[in-house]
């Protein structure tokens, strides 16, 4: 089969869901057995949101191979169960670097560098090479139709039919069809502009993807038809869903893929989608409530969580409970309002996150877990500061701390490492990506992994000081996880503690729906115990 392309764009406004749109295509066209990948461009000029603000950005995701990556990514790697890698998501300003550095070497010699042909041959380049060991891969242009900022993908996309064959891209695009409640109508004029917009740019679109919160009648669909030329099948809803993992399933009886697959030439089984059937089954089956407490400073935005909210999510169908999060400004988790903000939860997690602000609201978050017995998980930052506090009430060292917080501290129990402290260049410089950890017999971390050394995803500069590791053991903190050469901390744990688990990685990175990961399992079921044995029955109580 020739190499297959679909490019998805997105008109009237952003956080449509392109990425979660994409991704659910990529589950449908993998459980037909099509070797798939899905790859973002994105049209800012960062060279990656390493370096961006969660407030301004989202979730920064992080692949195997040290990628920092757009969030979408890990809608992208949960739905497909693929891994993602550097290639999958590329920026304006990898584009714009890559050309740059190519005319600085001297490969453009006689010419104008350009917009066009130079950047749009780059884009072309890097889309072929992250398509190069699959049989389809599923383009997403960040961004909307009328940025500026996208138009030269745009005009990449145009030219890239020409150069793969016509028969082999499609472009599906994603728009907006409103409900105005005060006349009681569906409107199709924001998706008609949206289109306009596209075919000025020389784009005709083969399907288009209906965002709405209701059912889309046919005389809607027929409007939308005729006005932007397509056929009525190839107008399809993308109603709002209760679980987004229920968007495969909504797709598939839409007859998305059946149309997808035909526009491409597709000859393929349908789709095998039992075990999406049956975790949806027990979602909405789940009796058990459980409240988890997620003590950050990023909490205003919930995609600043997004992997992290999903890894609950997925474990608490693993345990057949109801999640309900609530979110904890650790800035504001002052003493006096510190019972009313936590005692209400059944587990405290306290998740990464830089710099010195909301610090001692997560450490107070911290000891409270720790004192009143409450699970706890501790994710990156969470884990550092878990040895921060426990250096200051157990081991009474009262000036313990990270270097973030002073770096005059006789106890700085938690320490750059020599090769970060002559980096000058902030972007791409952390201990990034997949790192093995050795798991120590008999502890809380080696049971729920059942495995002696395990591989997980890093995005931190900072590590536990070795010089104070053998105080904190005698001291009673468990060292239950380590790099192989036993020089790095990679986990730590409290064995009197009913569950009390820290991790200098983020586990959550690796969860998915059909495959819940471990030490979320873990702290979703020890949550689950203690709401039992304080005897509540009803989530809101």
């Known amino acids: 089969m020739r190499k297959k392309f679909i490019f998805v764009t997105g008109g009237v406004l952003s956080s449509l869901g392109k990425g979660v749109s994409g991704a659910a295509i990529g589950t449908l066209l993998v ?51 693929i891994d993602m890698h550097r290639r999958n998501n590329f920026t304006t300003g990898n584009i714009y670097q890559n050309v740059i550095a190519r005319e600085r070497q001297g490969e453009y010699l006689g010419r104008t560098v350009q917009v066009i042909p130079h950047i749009t041959d780059e884009i072309k380049r890097l889309i072929w090479n992250a398509a190069k060991d699959v049989d389809l ?29 016509r028969d082999n891209v499609l472009f599906l695009h994603l728009t907006l069809v409103p409900y105005i409640k005060s006349s009681g109508e569906l409107k199709t004029k924001p998706t008609q502009h949206s289109v306009k917009g596209l075919l ?78 049956d975790y949806l089954a027990r979602a909405s089956s789940a009796l058990a409530p459980v409240r988890i407490g997620v003590v950050g400073k990023y909490v205003h935005l919930v995609d600043s969580y997004k992997s992290l909210n999903e890894a609950l999510a997925h474990a608490s169908v ?43 609201g997560k450490i107070r978050a911290i000891t409270f877990a720790r004192e009143a017995g409450r699970p706890f998980l501790g994710i990156c930052l969470g884990m550092q500061l878990a040895v921060v506090e426990f250096a200051r009430n157990v081991l009474k060292w009262s000036d313990a701390c990270s270097r973030e917080q002073s770096i005059t501290s006789a106890h700085t129990v938690v320490e750059l490492m020599n090769e970060q402290r002559t980096i000058t260049d902030k972007g791409g410089t952390m201990r990034l990506g997949a790192w093995p950890c050795c798991l120590a017999s008999g502890t809380l971390a080696r049971r729920l992994y059942d495995r002696e050394r395990i591989q997980e ?52 990175f690796k969860s998915r729906p059909l495959s819940p990961h471990p030490v979320f399992l873990g702290f979703i079921a020890a949550s689950v115990a203690f709401r039992r044995t304080r005897g509540k029955s009803d989530i809101h109580g």
């Open 31 to 81: 459980a037909r057995g099509i070797r798939v990948t899905n790859v973002k461009m994105d049209p800012y000029l960062n060279v990656d949101p390493g370096t961006m603000n969660p407030y301004q950005h989202g979730e920064v995701f992080v692949t195997d191979d040290g990628a920092e990556t757009d969030l979408d990514l890990g809608h992208y790697e949960r739905f497909t169960d």
């Open 137 to 165: 891969a599923i383009i997403e242009v960040g961004g909307t139709v009328g940025d500026i900022e996208s138009l030269p993908f745009l005009e990449a996309i145009r030219q890239f039919r020409t150069d793969a064959g």
């Open 457 to 508: 995803r890093h995005r931190h500069r900072l590590e536990v000081n070795p010089l104070h590791v053998k105080d904190l053991e005698q001291g009673g903190l468990q060292i239950c996880g380590t790099s192989p050469d036993g020089k790095l901390v990679e986990m730590i744990e409290i064995t009197e503690h009913p569950f009390f688990l820290g991790c200098q990685f983020h586990p959550e």
């Open 200 to 277: 000025q740019i020389g784009i005709q679109p083969d399907i288009i993807l209906c965002r709405t919160d209701r059912p889309l009648p046919k005389s809607i669909r027929e409007k939308i038809s005729l006005f932007c030329n397509v056929e009525v099948d190839e107008v399809i809803a993308a109603q709002d869903v209760k679980n987004i993992y229920e968007l495969p399933s909504a797709f598939h009886e839409e007859g998305l893929d059946d149309r997808v697959l035909e526009k491409l030439g597709i000859w393929a089984a349908k789709p095998r989608m039992e075990a999406w059937q």
């Open 318 to 360: 693993g345990n057949d409970a109801v999640l309900e999060l609530v979110y904890i400004d650790a800035e504001a988790l002052e003493p006096v309002n510190l019972l009313e903000s936590l005692e209400r939860v059944d587990g405290v997690l306290v998740p990464g996150g830089f710099g010195e602000r909301g610090m001692e």
